[in-house]
């Protein structure tokens, strides 16, 4: 059941993106919107003289906030003519970063919605701002790239499978969305047998769940031939016209993710469907 879902603003071009996903999943679950416009004030600095403000003028500040505000009205405005009970929340913090001051408000959500990072008006700090979300938060992530839509309900979903942690959590998040119809592929790459591994019969333990749930599931299992993780699960994402791509984030450490690059790096930077990760 999703009753709250929180869109934190990156003020660049995906944000409509992840707002029209918002408010689809708004009016298709009667759930209430609430838009985050945060910024945050010069921290201050010690000197010699004490605690000092880093040299940002007020003017320049008042202008920085002039424009958040103004983008966060619009955002309100952009749910308000889709038809979403929506509100926008706009904070001005001095000691958080405004990704952390997201995940802190995403503890209170359902689900936070992001837009995927935009090649036009790139967000510097979207690595941090998605791993803030993902792993602070405790809620999944839906992230919904720049010129995606997000079909409401979903109808074609692939789950990226490994008998882990991030996955399970991924796919349990996932069935609020999910009609008792979708058709979900449980999807394993190249899986290892075994009692420590994928079991005897690779992704059949999770199928049968989910078929439980009254989904209409198969097991796809496929090699990687020659493709890292991420790509190779893209790929077949892409080759099934899904609607959504369901999968756990950060499986490893996230400092080797960021150096390596990883499969959680790969699908964001890559993927043309919307994704629902968990950690």
Not at 20 to 31: E, N, P, T, V
Request: charged share 20%; net charge negative; hydrophobic share 50%.
């Amino acid at each position: 059941m999703v009753r709250d879902i929180l869109v934190p603003l990156q003020f660049t071009g995906s944000d409509a993106a992840a707002l029209d996903a918002a408010a689809a999943l708004g009016l298709a679950h009667d759930a209430h919107v609430a838009v985050l416009a945060a910024v945050n004030y010069p921290a201050p600095i010690a000197s010699e003289w004490g605690m000092a403000a880093t040299m940002v003028s007020q003017d320049e500040f008042d202008r920085v906030l002039g424009s958040v505000r103004s983008a966060g009205e619009a955002a309100r405005l952009r749910l308000e003519r889709a038809g979403s009970a929506c509100e926008l929340r706009l904070l001005e913090t001095l000691l958080n970063w405004p990704e952390e001051a997201a995940a802190m408000h995403a503890r209170h959500a359902d689900i936070a919605v992001i837009g995927g990072p935009d090649p036009v008006s790139a967000n510097p700090r979207f690595s941090a701002f998605f791993g803030a979300l993902l792993l602070d938060s405790g809620r999944p992530v839906l992230v919904v790239p720049a010129m995606a839509k997000l079909a409401v309900p979903p109808r074609r979903v692939v789950l990226a499978w490994q008998p882990r942690r991030e996955p399970s959590r991924a796919i349990h998040d996932a069935l609020a969305l999910m009609p008792r119809d979708a058709q979900v592929d449980v999807l394993v790459l190249d899986p290892d047998v075994g009692d420590f591994a994928h079991g005897q019969q690779p992704g059949a333990d999770i199928a049968a769940h989910l078929a439980r749930h009254g989904l209409q599931v198969r097991v796809v299992s496929l090699p990687r031939e020659g493709r890292g993780t991420g790509q190779a699960i893209v790929d077949y994402a892409k080759s099934q016209q899904a609607d959504l791509l369901v999968m756990g984030g950060y499986g490893h450490s996230r400092w080797r993710q960021q150096v390596l690059g990883g499969t959680t790096r790969t699908v964001l930077e890559t993927a043309a469907i919307p994704v629902l990760f968990a950690h």
